[in-house]
């Protein structure tokens, strides 16, 4: 049997990268937030990419008693040498009983340099529904590694079936060899209440609009140009609309300048990252989501969890859909069939939302106490006692 952990159970998260304030990044931060620290220290080794932004990301991981450790990445302009003997370097000099990589195949090298140093649970764990580059070749080695990675893994985990089917594959998913973790919020932050709405309405200046809301990074998945192609044909229905984005990224120029050139620059709003989303979703009226492809997105929960209807693409996991009012529309539809959607959508009662939601399992204490199970079962299952 495997020798038995001394101590707290030493847990270490792995993501691709961080800041801009990304969807993986902050569900580690909710899940070390709500954490047993009696039983488990936490810890985040990341790549040393941060998509240009510098966000308090490390401040908060300290706040928390966890620490981040950056390597450096191989892939978008890195070194494979150098990340492949950083990596080597920190397993020689770290130990841990769990490594949980929140990736696919950028996650390769930390699975195996994690099992070549003793690693006893090596989890991968699925975000996205789709390699995210176009390039031929770049996909084809991202479907590649994806299945090295799985490999090098003891243990399978999804956000959502479609997350999972996409990185393990249909047969594996059917057979019940991945353990659904669903992105879990703080629910009650996002609670319905008309005085909020009010003063954060008046904050934005958005008087008696129709507002339509948007949570994400300005990156090819969220398809921001088709929004605002789809914002342009709304106005032409009610020109009372108003649209707000959350978030930044490395298409926001080119978006702006979509909006300057259609000449709807009054009517949508930059919002930028944004500490206080639980509140800006209280302004909206609806929340549009038109990606080309998403696992289980945070940002979908919130807006449900606040009595929002939502209108997703098709691309987005039917598991999305949580609350009465939401759905699915396909991208081969246009713009203006998207505006129709739009407005003829109806939300019931925004007070209600949350209950259904928290039904679903998406409170995040809760959700924590099943990732703490799911942790003890997994080196249980390799010999570890506990």
């Known amino acids: 049997m495997a020798e038995s952990p001394k101590g707290r159970i030493r847990v270490l998260f792995f993501i691709d990268g961080y800041g801009n304030g990304g969807g993986i990044q902050e569900q580690c931060i909710r899940w070390i937030s709500n954490i047993d620290h009696s039983i488990f220290q936490v810890d985040v080794l990341s790549y040393n990419r941060t998509n240009g932004v510098r966000d308090d990301y490390p401040e908060r991981l300290e706040a928390l008693g966890s620490k981040l450790f950056l390597i450096a990445p191989y892939a978008e302009g890195g070194s494979v040498v150098r990340s492949l003997r950083e990596t080597k370097l920190f397993f020689k000099t770290h130990q841990y009983d769990v490594l949980h990589a929140h990736s696919s195949a950028k996650a390769i090298f930390v699975l195996q340099e994690a099992r070549r140093n003793g690693v006893p649970v090596r989890i991968l764990h699925a975000h996205a529904a789709r390699v ?43 057979a019940g060899k991945v353990t659904i973790i669903p992105n879990a919020i703080e629910l009650g932050r996002f609670s319905f209440d008309s005085s909020v709405r009010e003063r954060m309405r008046a904050e934005l200046g958005l008087d008696n609009s129709f507002v339509i809301g948007h949570i994400g990074r300005f990156m090819p998945p969220k398809n921001h140009s088709f929004l605002v192609e789809v914002m342009f044909s709304v106005l032409k229905k009610r020109p009372d609309t108003r649209l707000i984005l959350v978030g930044v990224g490395q298409l926001q120029e080119k978006v702006k300048e979509q909006v300057r050139s259609l000449g709807i620059d009054e009517q949508v709003s930059f919002l930028g990252l944004r500490s206080d989303v639980d509140r800006v979703v209280q302004a ?103």
Do not use: H
Request: some cysteine.
């Open 132 to 174: 995210v580059t176009e390039q031929p070749f770049k996909k084809f080695m991202a479907n590649t590694l994806k299945g090295a990675a799985r490999r090098e893994s003891t243990n399978l985990a999804a956000c959502s079936v479609k997350a999972g089917e996409f990185l393990f594959g249909r047969t594996c998913m059917a």
């Open 284 to 386: 909206m009226d609806i929340f549009v989501m038109p990606s080309l492809f998403e696992g289980l997105p945070v940002s979908a929960v919130e807006a449900q969890a606040s009595g929002l209807p939502c209108v997703f693409s098709e691309e987005v996991t039917p598991e999305a859909v949580l609350i009465p009012g939401s759905k699915r529309v396909s991208l081969s539809s246009t713009p203006d069939e998207w505006a129709r959607e739009i407005l003829s959508a109806r939300g019931g009662d925004r007070s209600l939302a949350l209950g259904i939601v928290s039904d679903k399992g998406f409170e995040i204490v809760e959700a924590t106490r099943r990732l703490e199970a799911f942790y003890l079962d997994a080196l249980k299952g390799v010999g570890v006692s506990i």
